[in-house]
């Protein structure tokens, strides 16, 4: 097939970046990450995040799962003519090369029917149900 060499091509190139940069780059990663910690009595929470895909092709999240939550689902924030309305995502396109942040206000995590929280949340995110990233958050200490 004519696609051989052009992959021959790409494992060189590979390899030379993989030399020059030392280790490679994961190819989802996650910063800026915050979880809100649920008000007492009340069973749900918000994630915050900068996504950045270090792959040439788009990651699409299908997914979040929790252990210390029952659902977590992806939403949307828009606002249409002064009034504020969340809706559900069924996916999280992150672009290749690219980020995808999640704001107050915009895109966030809905992390709900809170389990046993502790100090730490773990957040798994799922692309057709294949794991891509795994990730623990830990509250910051009460001030």
Not at 101 to 130: C, N, P, W, Y
Request: a negative charge; aromatic letters at 4%; proline letters at 7%.
């Amino acid at each position: 097939s004519h696609g051989r060499p052009l992959m021959r091509l790409f494992v060189v190139l590979l390899a030379t970046i993989l030399v020059a940069c030392g280790s490679p780059k994961p190819p989802l990663v996650i910063s800026e990450l915050e979880v809100t910690k649920p008000i007492p009595g009340r069973h749900m929470s918000a994630g915050f995040f900068t996504l950045t895909n270090n792959t040439d092709e788009v990651i699409s999240i299908t997914g979040v799962d929790s252990p210390q939550f029952a659902r977590v689902e992806i939403h949307e924030t828009t606002v249409t003519d002064g009034v504020s309305r969340m809706r559900k995502l069924d996916a999280l396109e992150v672009p290749a090369q690219g980020s995808v942040v999640l704001e107050r206000g915009g895109k966030h995590l809905m992390l709900m029917q809170a389990q046993d929280i502790g100090d730490s949340v773990t957040l798994q995110f799922v692309s057709d149900d294949a794991p891509v990233l795994s990730v623990d958050y830990v509250f910051p200490e009460d001030n």
